[in-house]
């Protein structure tokens, strides 16, 4: 059974950071992209950083220079570490795990909440 469990949400100053873990389980290998979104109420799901299995990293454009996306492969644990939160990035956090034969797995999410 393939599970996702994030953590590392929590309640901060706008101006802070937070450090957002996602470890795996029951996934054996063959990780392909694994990555971070976010839903604010209200809105729609969106990509906030994705990496591939090789290390390429792509960011939203909300984010980019304050949030860093990094994988231990050996682990097959994503991170995000996030910087000079603002209050826009108020929303629930989902890791998200592609792998080689199409499958495709969401976490059950991590609230942040940055407060102004």
């Known amino acids: 059974q393939v599970q996702l469990v994030e953590s590392g949400g929590g309640l901060v100053q706008a101006g802070g950071s937070l450090r957002l873990s996602c470890a795996t389980s029951?996934?054996?290998?063959?990780?392909?992209?694994m990555g971070w979104y976010r839903q604010a109420p209200g809105k729609e799901r969106e990509l906030v950083a994705r990496?591939?299995?090789?290390?390429?990293?792509n960011y939203a454009d909300s984010v980019k220079g304050r949030v860093t996306i990094s994988r231990d492969n050996a682990k097959n644990t994503v991170d995000l570490q996030m910087n000079s939160l603002k209050p826009e990035d108020t929303a629930t956090y989902y890791c998200?795990?592609?792998?080689?034969?199409?499958?495709?797995?969401w976490g059950q999410g991590t609230q942040v909440t940055v407060s102004s």
């Open positions: 998200n795990v592609l792998t080689v034969f199409g499958g495709d797995y």
């Open positions: 029951g996934i054996i290998f063959m990780l392909n992209a």
């Open positions: 990496i591939t299995s090789g290390g390429r990293t």
